[in-house]
Protein backbone atom coordinates (compact mmCIF):
# COMPACT_ATOMS: atom_id res chain seq x y z
CA UNK A 1 0.00 0.00 0.00
CA UNK A 2 0.93 3.68 -1.11
CA UNK A 3 -0.26 6.92 -0.66
CA UNK A 4 0.17 10.61 -2.07
CA UNK A 5 -1.13 13.57 0.14
CA UNK A 6 -2.45 15.65 -1.60
CA UNK A 7 -3.07 20.11 -1.32
CA UNK A 8 -5.08 19.50 -4.83
CA UNK A 9 -6.73 16.15 -6.60
CA UNK A 10 -8.76 17.26 -9.63
CA UNK A 11 -10.38 15.62 -12.27
CA UNK A 12 -13.69 16.66 -14.47
CA UNK A 13 -16.03 16.51 -11.40
CA UNK A 14 -14.02 19.28 -9.57
CA UNK A 15 -11.30 20.12 -7.27
CA UNK A 16 -11.03 18.94 -3.67
CA UNK A 17 -7.94 19.85 -1.03
CA UNK A 18 -6.57 18.45 0.97
CA UNK A 19 -7.08 14.61 0.25
CA UNK A 20 -5.12 11.21 0.74
CA UNK A 21 -5.25 8.69 -1.81
CA UNK A 22 -4.15 5.42 -0.85
CA UNK A 23 -2.79 2.72 -3.69
CA UNK A 24 -3.13 -1.09 -3.28
CA UNK A 25 -1.87 -3.03 -6.35
CA UNK A 26 -3.19 -1.01 -9.41
CA UNK A 27 -5.84 0.88 -8.23
CA UNK A 28 -6.91 3.47 -6.19
CA UNK A 29 -8.04 1.51 -2.90
CA UNK A 30 -9.18 4.42 -0.79
CA UNK A 31 -9.88 8.47 -0.82
CA UNK A 32 -10.11 10.28 2.16
CA UNK A 33 -9.36 13.56 4.13
CA UNK A 34 -5.34 14.19 4.97
CA UNK A 35 -4.61 13.87 7.98
CA UNK A 36 -1.36 14.68 7.65
CA UNK A 37 0.45 18.00 5.66
CA UNK A 38 0.03 18.09 1.99
CA UNK A 39 1.98 18.33 -0.72
CA UNK A 40 1.53 21.81 -2.19
CA UNK A 41 0.54 19.66 -5.82
CA UNK A 42 -2.36 18.39 -7.91
CA UNK A 43 -3.38 14.87 -8.31
CA UNK A 44 -5.12 13.90 -11.41
CA UNK A 45 -5.57 11.07 -13.67
CA UNK A 46 -3.02 10.82 -16.14
CA UNK A 47 -3.71 11.21 -19.74
CA UNK A 48 -4.89 8.45 -22.31
CA UNK A 49 -3.61 9.26 -25.61
CA UNK A 50 -5.93 7.64 -27.88
CA UNK A 51 -4.43 8.42 -31.11
CA UNK A 52 -0.13 8.09 -31.89
CA UNK A 53 2.25 7.04 -34.18
CA UNK A 54 4.95 7.05 -31.55
CA UNK A 55 7.57 8.48 -34.04
CA UNK A 56 11.06 8.01 -32.88
CA UNK A 57 12.47 11.24 -33.72
CA UNK A 58 10.60 15.12 -34.66
CA UNK A 59 9.18 15.15 -37.88
CA UNK A 60 11.06 18.26 -38.82
CA UNK A 61 14.31 17.00 -38.16
CA UNK A 62 14.15 15.38 -41.86
CA UNK A 63 12.60 18.52 -43.68
CA UNK A 64 8.66 18.01 -42.73
CA UNK A 65 7.81 21.14 -41.12
CA UNK A 66 5.24 23.20 -42.65
CA UNK A 67 4.39 20.32 -45.31
CA UNK A 68 0.82 19.40 -45.57
CA UNK A 69 -0.15 15.87 -44.83
CA UNK A 70 0.05 14.32 -48.37
CA UNK A 71 3.73 15.46 -48.45
CA UNK A 72 5.03 15.72 -44.85
CA UNK A 73 3.65 11.34 -45.34
CA UNK A 74 6.54 10.85 -48.24
CA UNK A 75 9.31 12.94 -45.97
CA UNK A 76 8.79 10.40 -43.39
CA UNK A 77 10.69 7.57 -45.62
CA UNK A 78 13.80 9.63 -45.14
CA UNK A 79 14.40 7.58 -42.07
CA UNK A 80 16.12 4.86 -42.25
CA UNK A 81 15.40 1.58 -40.09
CA UNK A 82 16.62 1.46 -36.90
CA UNK A 83 16.10 -0.70 -33.99
CA UNK A 84 12.41 -1.23 -32.88
CA UNK A 85 13.13 -0.88 -29.22
CA UNK A 86 15.29 1.88 -29.00
CA UNK A 87 12.91 3.84 -32.14
CA UNK A 88 9.90 3.19 -29.64
CA UNK A 89 11.41 3.38 -25.87
CA UNK A 90 12.27 7.18 -26.96
CA UNK A 91 8.73 7.91 -27.76
CA UNK A 92 7.37 6.36 -24.89
CA UNK A 93 9.70 8.14 -22.49
CA UNK A 94 8.41 11.27 -23.49
CA UNK A 95 4.84 10.35 -23.31
CA UNK A 96 5.67 9.56 -19.89
CA UNK A 97 7.50 13.01 -19.38
CA UNK A 98 4.34 14.91 -20.89
CA UNK A 99 1.68 12.77 -18.39
CA UNK A 100 0.37 10.06 -20.64
CA UNK A 101 -0.30 6.96 -18.92
CA UNK A 102 -1.77 5.29 -21.87
CA UNK A 103 -1.26 5.81 -25.73
CA UNK A 104 -2.23 4.43 -29.28
CA UNK A 105 0.58 3.04 -31.02
CA UNK A 106 -1.17 3.09 -34.52
CA UNK A 107 2.03 1.47 -35.99
CA UNK A 108 1.90 2.89 -39.91
CA UNK A 109 5.48 2.63 -40.51
CA UNK A 110 7.17 -0.54 -39.15
CA UNK A 111 11.23 -1.32 -39.49
CA UNK A 112 10.58 -4.40 -41.21
CA UNK A 113 14.12 -5.63 -40.09
CA UNK A 114 12.43 -8.95 -38.42
CA UNK A 115 9.03 -10.36 -39.05
CA UNK A 116 6.07 -7.99 -37.41
CA UNK A 117 4.78 -9.76 -34.39
CA UNK A 118 8.90 -10.06 -33.23
CA UNK A 119 8.93 -6.13 -34.24
CA UNK A 120 5.91 -5.83 -31.99
CA UNK A 121 7.56 -7.71 -29.01
CA UNK A 122 10.38 -5.39 -29.05
CA UNK A 123 8.04 -2.65 -28.97
CA UNK A 124 6.13 -4.02 -26.11
CA UNK A 125 9.45 -4.36 -24.24
CA UNK A 126 9.84 -0.73 -24.58
CA UNK A 127 6.90 0.26 -23.14
CA UNK A 128 7.21 -1.98 -20.07
CA UNK A 129 10.33 -1.00 -19.02
CA UNK A 130 9.09 3.03 -19.46
CA UNK A 131 5.76 1.30 -17.64
CA UNK A 132 3.05 3.09 -20.19
CA UNK A 133 0.23 0.89 -21.30
CA UNK A 134 -0.19 0.51 -25.01
CA UNK A 135 -2.39 0.02 -27.38
CA UNK A 136 -0.79 -1.65 -30.45
CA UNK A 137 -2.30 -0.74 -33.88
CA UNK A 138 -0.80 -3.19 -36.70
CA UNK A 139 -1.25 -1.11 -40.06
CA UNK A 140 -3.55 -2.50 -42.97
CA UNK A 141 -3.21 -0.71 -46.41
CA UNK A 142 -3.95 -2.42 -49.79
CA UNK A 143 -3.79 0.93 -52.17
CA UNK A 144 -2.82 4.24 -52.84
CA UNK A 145 0.56 4.54 -51.86
CA UNK A 146 2.03 7.90 -53.14
CA UNK A 147 -1.35 9.37 -54.00
CA UNK A 148 -5.13 9.34 -53.84
CA UNK A 149 -5.73 7.84 -57.05
CA UNK A 150 -3.49 6.92 -59.93
CA UNK A 151 -0.16 7.92 -59.47
CA UNK A 152 0.46 7.74 -63.37
CA UNK A 153 0.11 11.63 -63.54
CA UNK A 154 2.43 12.37 -60.98
CA UNK A 155 4.94 9.74 -62.39
CA UNK A 156 4.73 11.44 -65.61
CA UNK A 157 5.71 14.46 -64.21
CA UNK A 158 9.00 13.58 -63.17
CA UNK A 159 12.36 12.48 -65.20
CA UNK A 160 13.49 9.00 -65.64
CA UNK A 161 15.54 9.07 -62.87
CA UNK A 162 13.44 10.33 -60.35
CA UNK A 163 10.53 8.14 -61.13
CA UNK A 164 12.66 5.35 -60.56
CA UNK A 165 13.71 6.03 -57.12
CA UNK A 166 9.84 7.05 -56.29
CA UNK A 167 8.73 3.81 -57.37
CA UNK A 168 11.16 1.82 -55.50
CA UNK A 169 10.60 3.54 -52.55
CA UNK A 170 7.00 3.90 -52.76
CA UNK A 171 5.26 1.53 -55.32
CA UNK A 172 6.59 -1.78 -53.80
CA UNK A 173 3.88 -4.54 -53.90
CA UNK A 174 1.11 -5.13 -50.96
CA UNK A 175 -0.10 -8.11 -49.09
CA UNK A 176 -3.21 -9.79 -49.49
CA UNK A 177 -5.78 -8.84 -47.33
CA UNK A 178 -6.22 -12.24 -45.42
CA UNK A 179 -2.62 -12.49 -45.29
CA UNK A 180 -2.35 -8.53 -43.82
CA UNK A 181 -5.02 -9.82 -41.07
CA UNK A 182 -3.58 -13.08 -39.96
CA UNK A 183 -0.51 -10.90 -38.92
CA UNK A 184 -2.85 -8.94 -36.62
CA UNK A 185 -3.86 -12.53 -34.95
CA UNK A 186 -0.26 -13.62 -34.68
CA UNK A 187 1.10 -10.18 -33.18
CA UNK A 188 -1.96 -10.27 -30.88
CA UNK A 189 -1.19 -14.25 -29.81
CA UNK A 190 2.48 -12.41 -29.11
CA UNK A 191 1.88 -9.47 -27.15
CA UNK A 192 -1.27 -8.73 -25.92
CA UNK A 193 -1.62 -8.96 -22.26
CA UNK A 194 -3.49 -6.45 -19.68
CA UNK A 195 -0.77 -3.98 -20.73
CA UNK A 196 -1.02 -4.14 -24.23
CA UNK A 197 -3.95 -4.58 -26.83
CA UNK A 198 -3.73 -5.31 -30.17
CA UNK A 199 -6.17 -3.67 -32.88
CA UNK A 200 -6.78 -4.01 -36.44
CA UNK A 201 -5.45 -0.49 -37.58
CA UNK A 202 -6.20 0.17 -41.56
CA UNK A 203 -4.86 3.66 -42.37
CA UNK A 204 -7.90 4.89 -43.63
CA UNK A 205 -10.51 4.74 -46.42
CA UNK A 206 -8.22 6.29 -48.96
CA UNK A 207 -5.63 3.81 -48.25
CA UNK A 208 -7.63 0.65 -48.31
CA UNK A 209 -9.80 -0.79 -50.47
CA UNK A 210 -13.64 -1.92 -50.14
CA UNK A 211 -12.92 -5.20 -49.59
CA UNK A 212 -10.15 -4.57 -47.38
CA UNK A 213 -12.89 -2.50 -45.08
CA UNK A 214 -15.70 -5.52 -45.20
CA UNK A 215 -13.44 -8.17 -44.30
CA UNK A 216 -12.20 -6.10 -41.20
CA UNK A 217 -16.20 -5.72 -40.71
CA UNK A 218 -16.17 -9.21 -40.60
CA UNK A 219 -13.20 -9.65 -38.37
CA UNK A 220 -13.60 -7.11 -35.76
CA UNK A 221 -17.05 -8.71 -35.48
CA UNK A 222 -15.86 -12.19 -34.78
CA UNK A 223 -12.89 -11.35 -32.25
CA UNK A 224 -14.36 -8.68 -30.60
CA UNK A 225 -10.76 -6.64 -31.67
CA UNK A 226 -10.78 -2.97 -31.96
CA UNK A 227 -10.17 -1.08 -35.09
CA UNK A 228 -8.61 2.60 -35.11
CA UNK A 229 -8.25 4.59 -38.48
CA UNK A 230 -8.01 8.08 -39.75
CA UNK A 231 -10.84 9.75 -41.56
CA UNK A 232 -11.16 12.86 -42.76
CA UNK A 233 -7.87 14.65 -41.86
CA UNK A 234 -7.63 16.52 -44.65
CA UNK A 235 -9.88 18.32 -47.46
CA UNK A 236 -7.93 15.93 -50.14
CA UNK A 237 -9.10 13.44 -48.36
CA UNK A 238 -12.70 14.54 -48.24
CA UNK A 239 -13.34 15.08 -51.90
CA UNK A 240 -11.60 11.78 -53.18
CA UNK A 241 -13.85 10.03 -50.10
CA UNK A 242 -16.60 12.31 -52.64
CA UNK A 243 -16.14 11.07 -55.90
CA UNK A 244 -15.96 7.39 -54.63
CA UNK A 245 -18.59 7.62 -52.49
CA UNK A 246 -21.28 9.41 -53.55
CA UNK A 247 -23.78 7.55 -51.65
CA UNK A 248 -21.66 8.76 -48.82
CA UNK A 249 -17.94 7.33 -47.05
CA UNK A 250 -19.72 6.94 -43.42
CA UNK A 251 -23.17 5.56 -44.61
CA UNK A 252 -21.43 3.12 -46.62
CA UNK A 253 -19.05 2.08 -43.58
CA UNK A 254 -22.10 1.93 -41.46
CA UNK A 255 -23.66 -0.55 -43.85
CA UNK A 256 -20.94 -2.96 -43.86
CA UNK A 257 -20.81 -3.01 -40.18
CA UNK A 258 -17.76 -0.81 -39.33
CA UNK A 259 -19.44 1.59 -37.11
CA UNK A 260 -19.72 0.15 -33.71
CA UNK A 261 -18.44 1.08 -30.50
CA UNK A 262 -15.26 -0.88 -31.09
CA UNK A 263 -14.37 1.67 -34.08
CA UNK A 264 -11.81 5.01 -32.88
CA UNK A 265 -11.56 7.41 -36.33
CA UNK A 266 -8.79 9.70 -35.67
CA UNK A 267 -8.91 13.55 -36.59
CA UNK A 268 -12.48 14.28 -38.68
CA UNK A 269 -11.56 17.98 -39.46
CA UNK A 270 -13.60 17.82 -42.57
CA UNK A 271 -16.44 15.47 -41.36
CA UNK A 272 -20.35 17.02 -41.94
CA UNK A 273 -22.77 16.75 -39.15
CA UNK A 274 -24.66 14.14 -40.60
CA UNK A 275 -21.44 11.92 -40.67
CA UNK A 276 -21.15 12.77 -36.83
CA UNK A 277 -24.31 12.03 -35.81
CA UNK A 278 -24.20 7.98 -37.70
CA UNK A 279 -21.03 7.98 -35.76
CA UNK A 280 -22.73 9.14 -32.38
CA UNK A 281 -25.62 6.55 -32.70
CA UNK A 282 -22.89 3.92 -33.66
CA UNK A 283 -20.84 4.58 -30.29
CA UNK A 284 -17.65 5.30 -32.05
CA UNK A 285 -15.17 7.33 -30.43
CA UNK A 286 -13.26 10.45 -32.35
CA UNK A 287 -9.94 10.79 -31.38
CA UNK A 288 -9.00 14.69 -32.38
CA UNK A 289 -5.29 15.81 -32.87
CA UNK A 290 -5.29 19.71 -32.49
CA UNK A 291 -1.77 20.10 -32.91
CA UNK A 292 -0.98 17.93 -35.46
CA UNK A 293 -3.96 19.15 -37.62
CA UNK A 294 -2.41 22.24 -37.57
CA UNK A 295 1.40 21.51 -37.76
CA UNK A 296 0.19 19.48 -41.07
CA UNK A 297 -2.35 22.10 -42.34
CA UNK A 298 -5.37 20.44 -42.36
CA UNK A 299 -7.36 22.58 -40.35
CA UNK A 300 -9.50 22.66 -37.34
CA UNK A 301 -11.82 20.03 -36.38
CA UNK A 302 -15.64 20.88 -34.87
CA UNK A 303 -15.26 19.30 -31.45
CA UNK A 304 -17.59 21.39 -30.27
CA UNK A 305 -20.21 20.12 -32.98
CA UNK A 306 -18.92 16.55 -32.14
CA UNK A 307 -19.84 17.44 -28.27
CA UNK A 308 -22.87 18.51 -28.75
CA UNK A 309 -24.32 15.82 -31.08
CA UNK A 310 -23.27 13.30 -28.05
CA UNK A 311 -20.11 11.84 -29.95
CA UNK A 312 -17.54 10.28 -27.97
CA UNK A 313 -14.61 12.60 -28.17
CA UNK A 314 -11.17 12.00 -27.05
CA UNK A 315 -7.29 13.28 -27.34
CA UNK A 316 -4.72 12.51 -29.32
CA UNK A 317 -1.11 13.74 -30.28
CA UNK A 318 -0.73 12.15 -32.95
CA UNK A 319 3.33 12.24 -32.74
CA UNK A 320 2.95 15.45 -34.01
CA UNK A 321 2.73 17.63 -30.84
CA UNK A 322 2.99 21.80 -31.01
CA UNK A 323 6.80 21.99 -29.83
CA UNK A 324 7.44 17.80 -31.03
CA UNK A 325 7.48 16.64 -27.76
CA UNK A 326 4.72 14.63 -27.03
CA UNK A 327 3.31 17.26 -24.02
CA UNK A 328 -0.48 15.53 -23.12
CA UNK A 329 -0.43 19.40 -20.37
CA UNK A 330 0.40 21.24 -23.27
CA UNK A 331 -2.12 19.75 -26.04
CA UNK A 332 -4.99 20.05 -23.69
CA UNK A 333 -4.56 23.34 -23.19
CA UNK A 334 -4.58 23.89 -26.97
CA UNK A 335 -8.04 21.69 -27.40
CA UNK A 336 -9.59 24.09 -25.09
CA UNK A 337 -7.89 26.96 -26.93
CA UNK A 338 -9.54 26.30 -30.03
CA UNK A 339 -12.61 24.65 -29.12
CA UNK A 340 -13.67 27.26 -25.90
CA UNK A 341 -15.84 29.91 -28.30
CA UNK A 342 -15.21 33.01 -28.78
CA UNK A 343 -16.11 36.16 -26.66
CA UNK A 344 -19.39 35.53 -24.27
CA UNK A 345 -20.19 32.54 -26.18
CA UNK A 346 -19.22 29.05 -24.36
CA UNK A 347 -18.41 25.93 -26.17
CA UNK A 348 -16.24 23.76 -24.06
CA UNK A 349 -15.37 24.32 -20.95
CA UNK A 350 -12.35 22.93 -19.14
CA UNK A 351 -13.80 20.32 -17.63
CA UNK A 352 -15.33 19.44 -20.40
CA UNK A 353 -11.97 18.52 -21.97
CA UNK A 354 -10.34 17.17 -19.35
CA UNK A 355 -13.55 14.54 -19.89
CA UNK A 356 -12.03 14.06 -23.20
CA UNK A 357 -8.25 13.84 -22.67
CA UNK A 358 -8.41 12.17 -19.51
CA UNK A 359 -11.53 9.84 -19.60
CA UNK A 360 -12.90 9.05 -22.80
CA UNK A 361 -9.86 7.79 -24.55
CA UNK A 362 -9.52 4.89 -22.05
CA UNK A 363 -12.37 2.64 -23.57
CA UNK A 364 -10.55 3.16 -27.30
CA UNK A 365 -7.17 1.54 -25.77
CA UNK A 366 -8.96 -1.01 -23.58
CA UNK A 367 -7.28 0.47 -20.57
CA UNK A 368 -9.38 -0.41 -17.07
CA UNK A 369 -11.90 1.82 -15.82
CA UNK A 370 -10.15 5.25 -14.77
CA UNK A 371 -10.17 8.75 -15.61
CA UNK A 372 -11.66 10.07 -12.44
CA UNK A 373 -10.26 10.15 -9.07
CA UNK A 374 -12.29 7.27 -7.40
CA UNK A 375 -11.97 4.28 -5.12
CA UNK A 376 -11.71 1.06 -7.46
CA UNK A 377 -10.29 3.30 -10.71
CA UNK A 378 -7.04 2.17 -12.05
CA UNK A 379 -4.20 3.93 -10.52
CA UNK A 380 -3.06 5.57 -13.40
CA UNK A 381 -2.23 9.49 -11.34
CA UNK A 382 -0.49 12.64 -12.78
CA UNK A 383 1.16 14.49 -10.22
CA UNK A 384 1.50 18.40 -11.43
CA UNK A 385 3.74 20.93 -9.20
CA UNK A 386 1.34 23.21 -8.08
CA UNK A 387 3.77 25.32 -6.41
CA UNK A 388 6.25 25.81 -9.98
CA UNK A 389 3.05 26.57 -11.54
CA UNK A 390 1.84 29.60 -9.70
CA UNK A 391 5.10 30.77 -9.99
CA UNK A 392 5.41 33.66 -8.97
CA UNK A 393 2.43 33.34 -6.35
CA UNK A 394 -0.23 36.80 -6.18
CA UNK A 395 -3.95 35.55 -5.27
CA UNK A 396 -5.26 31.92 -5.12
CA UNK A 397 -6.45 30.84 -8.34
CA UNK A 398 -8.23 27.67 -8.65
CA UNK A 399 -6.22 24.96 -9.71
CA UNK A 400 -7.95 24.25 -13.17
CA UNK A 401 -7.06 27.42 -14.06
CA UNK A 402 -4.05 27.48 -13.40
CA UNK A 403 -3.73 23.95 -15.49
CA UNK A 404 -5.40 25.54 -18.44
CA UNK A 405 -3.18 28.60 -18.50
CA UNK A 406 0.45 27.52 -17.98
CA UNK A 407 0.90 23.81 -17.33
CA UNK A 408 3.72 22.23 -19.85
CA UNK A 409 5.68 18.96 -18.92
CA UNK A 410 7.60 21.21 -16.98
CA UNK A 411 6.03 21.37 -14.01
CA UNK A 412 5.20 17.23 -14.08
CA UNK A 413 6.26 15.95 -10.75
CA UNK A 414 5.00 12.55 -11.07
CA UNK A 415 3.50 9.98 -12.76
CA UNK A 416 2.18 6.28 -11.88
CA UNK A 417 0.88 4.18 -13.99
CA UNK A 418 -1.00 0.50 -12.81
CA UNK A 419 0.28 1.75 -8.98
CA UNK A 420 3.77 1.98 -10.17
CA UNK A 421 5.87 5.17 -9.99
CA UNK A 422 6.80 6.01 -13.41
CA UNK A 423 8.40 9.26 -13.08
CA UNK A 424 9.19 11.18 -9.61
CA UNK A 425 10.44 14.55 -8.74
CA UNK A 426 10.21 14.76 -12.96
CA UNK A 427 12.48 12.55 -13.56
CA UNK A 428 12.15 8.88 -15.26
CA UNK A 429 12.95 6.03 -13.58
CA UNK A 430 14.89 3.58 -15.06
CA UNK A 431 15.35 4.63 -18.79
CA UNK A 432 17.82 7.62 -20.29
CA UNK A 433 15.94 9.59 -22.60
CA UNK A 434 18.62 11.88 -23.53
CA UNK A 435 20.85 8.50 -24.63
CA UNK A 436 17.99 7.27 -26.21
CA UNK A 437 17.94 10.97 -28.27
CA UNK A 438 21.47 10.44 -29.28
CA UNK A 439 21.51 6.85 -30.15
CA UNK A 440 18.69 7.92 -32.30
CA UNK A 441 20.04 10.70 -33.94
CA UNK A 442 23.26 9.16 -34.80
CA UNK A 443 21.58 6.02 -36.62
CA UNK A 444 19.16 8.49 -38.82
CA UNK A 445 22.67 10.33 -39.43
CA UNK A 446 24.22 7.21 -40.27
CA UNK A 447 21.41 6.41 -42.67
CA UNK A 448 20.76 9.62 -44.50
CA UNK A 449 23.74 7.94 -46.87
CA UNK A 450 21.30 5.36 -47.97
CA UNK A 451 18.29 8.39 -48.79
CA UNK A 452 20.42 10.46 -51.25
CA UNK A 453 18.76 9.62 -53.94
CA UNK A 454 15.54 9.78 -52.32
CA UNK A 455 16.71 13.16 -51.11
CA UNK A 456 17.21 14.57 -54.51
CA UNK A 457 13.78 13.28 -55.78
CA UNK A 458 11.66 14.27 -52.99
CA UNK A 459 11.45 18.11 -54.33
CA UNK A 460 10.14 17.22 -57.65
CA UNK A 461 7.97 14.71 -56.08
CA UNK A 462 6.31 17.38 -53.62
CA UNK A 463 5.80 20.28 -56.55
CA UNK A 464 3.98 17.33 -58.60
CA UNK A 465 2.21 15.67 -55.52
CA UNK A 466 0.75 19.32 -55.47
CA UNK A 467 -0.10 20.34 -58.80
CA UNK A 468 -1.95 16.65 -58.87
CA UNK A 469 -4.41 17.50 -55.49
CA UNK A 470 -4.51 21.17 -56.78
CA UNK A 471 -6.21 19.98 -60.47
CA UNK A 472 -8.59 17.67 -58.17
CA UNK A 473 -9.59 20.46 -55.95
CA UNK A 474 -9.38 23.72 -57.58
CA UNK A 475 -6.68 25.13 -55.70
CA UNK A 476 -3.97 23.88 -53.06
Not at 183 to 207: C, F, H, K, L, T
Not at 244 to 256: A, S, T, Y
Request: glycine letters at 8%; aromatic letters at 6%.
Amino acid sequence: MSSIIAAHALDAGGCRRDIAIEIEGETIARIHPATAPADDVIVMPAFANAHDHARPMPPSAVGAFGKPLELWLNRLAMFTAVDPYLATLAPFARAALGGQAAAMVHHTRPMGLTDLPTEAAEIARAAKDVGLRIAFGVALRDQNPLVYGDPAPVLADLDPVTRAEIEGHFLGPMKPIAEQIAVVDAVAERIASPMVDVQYAPNGPQWCSKAMWEALAEASARTGRRITTHLFETRYQRAWADRNFPQGLVRWLKDIGILSPRLTVAHCVWIRPDELDLLAEAGCTIATNPSSNLMLRSGIAPVADMVRRGCTVAMGLDGQTFDEDDDALREARLLWSLQAGWGFDTELTPAQVLTLALENGRPALRAPAGGRLAEGAAADLLIVDRAALEEPPVDEVAPIELLFARATRRHVKGLIIAGRTVVRDGRLLGVDLEAAHKELAAAYRAGLAQRSGLRAALPALEASVARYYGARLGCC
